[in-house]
């Protein structure tokens, strides 16, 4: 490699590891900037992280890929296959969702065996079911194909998208566009609860994320064998062959600036990184309101900050059983008998109900690896208020966790109690003080259509030059494939390293 680790390339600091921060220190790599990657935690992978206990091996957070290609992409990038690290398996069918009545709704990508589950619940909305498919792929090719990848930091991108996102409903919820399809309401929640998966609520997200249906079925939906944190562990060892370099156990404190133009990192503890450019992967409002508190803004001040709609939190509960529940499918729905109620009591009321909606992750279904011989690891998530409800989870948590376990008993787990051999809670407060997410929000700010887009805080900030964000606060927004998607838009907008290298001289 030519010059692959010299010292005078232009220097590129990430913060945070998360899969935007690791996605964007690749680009940046093959762009030819000489990069550091600067994370708080001691492992990489940010909501992806690995917990390993009692021989059982937990993927903190996301379970389900999709869009693999924009993963593949980065290998293609360091001039490597994805295959050559990571393992990844097509899982379908994708889900089962279980109704409050026992009702069981499986998603696959098979347009036959959709339509004969449609059929099953309610013969009268196979027609609408047939529209909404094709209508979520017209969707798909604006808003997914098209837009995703802009970056939205000219006015002149809105106004040109526009028409196209009036025309597609983007003005609409997901569950409004949603019900013009189904009558059925069992039909209307397996075909809107998306947004739920990347913090919006269906009833108030923008009808653009009807894609997700569409992106599953079109690029499948996956596993990584192992579990996620193979991923993880592969784009890191992508970095270090680079040349870059990541950082565990370092807490930025504050990023520098000098004559308006972003200089560096201070890092907790005081110790100074200088940069010519700096990328935060960072919770967005974290970094503006903390990370650059020294620095007067004018667009995302603390006031506008503090009244932006944070995504809900979670509760995730990571369990291990000494035996193994062979019914239980790997990506289980076990739905309580609220819907729209639900959502508003936990993204507009914020309060903490009896009830609850779960997503239950069974990965040694399909990789025994992750436990020991015989045995299950399993997480379930139950989505909650963010923090601005109040709760006290030091003492909230553990009775929570009881329900959950009692549902799950009730539902699909009859014995659960009597098996459990290891277990690790994770709540609202480890999202805040783990993360830094502002309000322990699990997926930042609320895919809203007044919070997306041009309205979502810029991948160019908006504040200080040479200053770019990634990740889930900023466009086109939350899970793997939007953060990812995030840091592919940096190859648009940040700076030429020979440039740099040229005004240097
Ligand atoms: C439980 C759960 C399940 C999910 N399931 C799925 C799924 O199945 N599929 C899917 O596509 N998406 C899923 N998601 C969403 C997806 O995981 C996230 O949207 C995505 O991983 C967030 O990536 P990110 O780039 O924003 O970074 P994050 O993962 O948020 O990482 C940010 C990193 O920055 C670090 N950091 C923050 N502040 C500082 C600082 N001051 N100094 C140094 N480091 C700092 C943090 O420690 C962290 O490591 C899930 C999320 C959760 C929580």
């Given at each position: 490699m030519p010059d692959a680790f010299s010292e005078s390339r232009p220097h590129a600091v990430v913060i945070g590891s998360g899969f935007g921060g690791l996605a964007a220190a690749i680009r940046l790599g093959a762009r030819g900037y000489r990069v550091t990657v600067v994370e708080k935690l001691d492992a990489p992978g940010g909501r992806a992280y690995v917990y390993r206990q009692d021989g059982f091996t937990f993927d903190a957070g996301p379970t389900i890929i999709t869009a693999p290609y924009l993963l593949e992409e980065l290998w293609t990038l360091c001039g490597r296959r994805m295959a050559d690290d990571v393992e990844l398996r097509r899982i379908d069918p994708f889900y089962d969702i279980r109704f409050d009545d026992g009702t069981v709704f499986r998603a696959t990508a098979d347009y036959d065996a959709m339509r004969a589950e449609v059929a099953r619940i309610e013969p009268d909305d196979v027609p609408g079911f047939e529209r909404f498919i094709r209508e979520s792929e017209r969707i798909y090719e604006v808003a997914f194909h098209q837009l995703a990848d802009q970056p939205f930091h000219r006015v002149a991108t809105l106004l040109r998208s526009a028409p196209d996102m009036l025309r597609l409903g983007g003005h609409r919820t997901v569950y409004t566009k949603v019900s013009r399809y189904f009558r059925n309401e069992k039909l209307r929640i397996a075909f809107s609860f998306h947004p739920l998966l990347i913090g919006g609520n269906p009833f108030t997200t923008?009808?653009?994320?009807?894609?997700v249906g569409h992106l599953e079925r079109l690029h499948g939906v996956h596993y990584a064998m192992g579990g996620t944190g193979a991923i993880v562990a592969g784009l890191v060892r992508l970095i270090e062959d680079q040349g870059g370099t990541l950082r565990l156990n370092a807490e930025v404190e504050q990023i520098t600036v000098e004559n308006g133009r972003a200089s560096g990192l201070r890092l907790v503890g005081g110790e100074r990184i200088a940069a010519d450019i700096v990328v935060s992967n960072a919770d967005v409002g974290w970094t503006y309101t903390k990370l650059l508190s020294e620095h007067k803004r004018r667009r995302w001040t603390d006031r506008k900050l503090k009244r932006a709609r944070y995504s809900m939190s979670l509760v995730v509960w990571y369990f291990g059983t000494n035996k193994r529940f062979e019914d239980v499918y790997q990506h289980t729905m076990v739905l309580g008998p609220r819907y729209e109620g639900l959502l508003r009591d936990i993204f507009k009321r914020k309060v903490l109900t009896p009830d609850f909606s779960l997503y239950l992750h069974r990965p040694t279904a399909n990789d025994p690896s992750l436990a020991p011989p015989g045995c299950d690891a399993f997480y379930v998530l139950a989505p909650v208020p963010n923090l601005a409800s109040g709760t006290d989870w030091s003492t909230e948590a553990e009775p929570y966790r009881q329900r959950i376990q009692q549902r799950l008993e009730e539902t699909v787990m009859p014995g659960l109690g009597g098996c459990i051999v290891t277990s690790r809670l994770l709540t609202p407060q480890d999202f805040r003080d783990r993360l830094l997410s502002v309000n322990g929000a699990a997926f930042s700010l609320e895919p809203q259509l007044f919070q997306s887009a041009w309205f979502r805080p810029h991948n160019v900030s908006e504040e200080v030059e040479g200053l770019f964000l990634v990740g889930a606060g900023t466009h086109p927004g939350a899970g793997v494939p939007g953060v990812v998607s995030s840091a592919r838009i940096l190859d648009q907008v940040v700076p030429d390293p020979a440039m740099l290298r040229a005004t240097a001289r």
């Open positions: 923008t009808a653009y994320y009807c894609l």
